[in-house]
């Protein structure tokens, strides 16, 4: 493992992603990536009284498929990295408080899930023979949480995201066939001062375009090095923010730039405006859709780039502009 | 017991008018929802606010007597009717009816709603939005 350029870090040992698993809410299953995803629910509170009951549930379900998927036990993993939106990242703590690993809580907002990764992979390097990642997010506990309470009724403007509902998990071993992680690249705060908590695509953009840069001059590699280039969720607004970023840095990202949050949703018949965000639509698409395409080699190189809002409704209220984040983490097979 | 003749039942041109004011009030509404940042709590009290102050001023008396429900129902009527009952209230009972005409007037509309909406939270369960 060593340091190159200004905050990349490249693998000695590539880690290998050994196994998978995601499950996704009803609004999910209604999306293109359905047939993708190992789970999905019929309801948004699969039989719990709450919401944030649910998705506790959601990861700690998600964890189990993994490691049941993976053929591995529950004492061979050295390490879990998990996180997800709500208060004190209580979904993650209450939903793994029986799996009996080693645990840190991480929050990235939704960028959680590569931030997870990017550790996981950083561990494998050391004494981590196999690590656990796992995200979640609910769409109803998230609104309640970030915006209004769905008792409320609100409307939403049309640069709102949709949160997803569902969870991904991963098992990062110490060796393994691949895919493999190669490099990663951690993310600075970036602040543009976007103070709408209805555009989150706007206000991360500007993060996203600085790691992914700070990617290409630091391994010197270029857009075309990657078959695909996929941001977490941006969303439409953001999508196109960004590819006007990286335009006036000299890069053409075009052809092999997408977004998780674009990918989850299909615009013209789930009308979810700007697209889908939260920790666990990057998540599900990576565990249910990208690694697959990477295991049919469909893809062979992606840099996955999660995006993170990093505020909370107190900051909201009172004025304060979102920071947002990016961490990238380029897998090859 | 005749035919009932529902054309004569009701004052039409009442109800149009109502419709219409009240149509547009909700308007106002949905233009500063979409073109604008503010928050629907702000947008309510900008509404009850507007009511108070166009209420206490006598102006949206004119629309009261124009429209009736289709001026009174909309959140600018709750403004409307906490301003009248204040000025009521200092006729009555003199400073004090200032601070609790407005209160007295709105009364049942603040019983009713806490009533109702507990009664929804008891038999009605919070659902996923559809879009």
């Known amino acids: 493992m060593k340091k190159i ?132 997010s609910h769409f109803c506990s998230a609104e309640k949480q970030f915006r209004f309470p769905l008792e409320l009724g609100n409307q939403r403007p049309q640069s709102a995201q949709w949160t997803v509902t569902g969870s991904g998990s991963a098992i990062i071993s110490k060796t393994g066939q691949g895919p493999y992680i190669t490099a990663i690249t951690p993310g600075k705060i970036v602040d543009m001062g976007i103070k709408d908590a209805n555009n989150m695509g706007a206000a991360m953009a500007p993060a996203f375009a600085d790691t992914l840069v700070t990617h290409f001059l630091d391994t010197g590699r270029t857009p075309n090095y990657y078959d695909a280039i996929i941001s977490g969720d941006l969303g439409y607004v953001g999508k196109d923010i960004v590819i006007d970023i990286m335009a006036s840095q000299g890069y053409n990202i075009k052809s092999n730039y997408n977004d998780c949050g674009i990918l989850i949703f299909d615009k013209n018949k789930q009308d979810t405006h700007s697209g889908g965000s939260g920790c666990g639509c990057a998540a599900t698409v990576f565990s249910g859709y990208l690694y697959k395409q990477l295991q049919e080699k469909k893809i062979k190189r992606l840099l996955l780039i999660a995006t993170g809002a990093l505020m909370n409704s107190t900051s909201s209220h009172q004025g304060e502009s979102i920071p947002g984040i990016a961490h990238a983490i380029s897998i090859e097979i | 017991m005749g035919d009932i003749n529902w054309a004569s039942v009701f004052d039409w041109t009442s109800l149009l008018k109502c419709f219409v004011v009240g149509g547009i009030i909700c308007i106002i509404g949905q233009i500063l ?57 200092v006729r009555q009972s003199g400073l004090i009816g200032a601070f609790t005409g407005g209160i007295k007037a709105a009364s049942g509309g603040i019983a009713a709603a806490i009533f109702f909406g507990y009664l929804a939270a008891l038999i009605s369960k919070p659902k996923m939005k559809k879009q």
């Open chain 2, 33 to 89: 929802i979409d073109k604008t940042k503010l928050t629907p709590a702000r947008i309510l009290v900008i509404f009850v606010t507007t009511g108070a102050i166009l209420g206490g001023l006598g102006i949206y008396q004119y629309l009261v007597d124009f429209a009736g429900a289709g001026a009174t129902v909309p959140l600018t009527g709750f403004g409307y009717n906490l301003a009248k009952g204040a000025i009521e209230g």
């Open chain 1, 5 to 136: 350029g200004k905050q990349t870090i490249l693998f000695d040992n590539p880690p290998t992603i050994l196994e998978c698993a995601s499950i996704v809410g009803p609004k999910e299953a209604e999306g293109p990536l359905c047939k993708y995803f190992d789970q999905t629910l019929e309801d948004e509170f699969w039989g719990e009284k709450s919401w944030e009951k649910a998705e506790s549930k959601i990861i700690k379900e998600t964890v189990n498929l993994v490691i049941s998927k993976s053929g591995i036990s529950n004492q061979e993993i050295d390490i879990c990295f998990a996180g997800d939106l709500l208060n004190q990242c209580i979904s993650s703590n209450f939903g793994l408080r029986d799996t009996n690993v080693p645990f840190f809580g991480v929050f990235g907002a939704c960028s959680t899930f590569v931030e997870s990764m990017s550790l996981s992979a950083i561990c494998s390097e050391s004494f981590a023979n196999y690590s656990l990642c796992a995200t979640s």
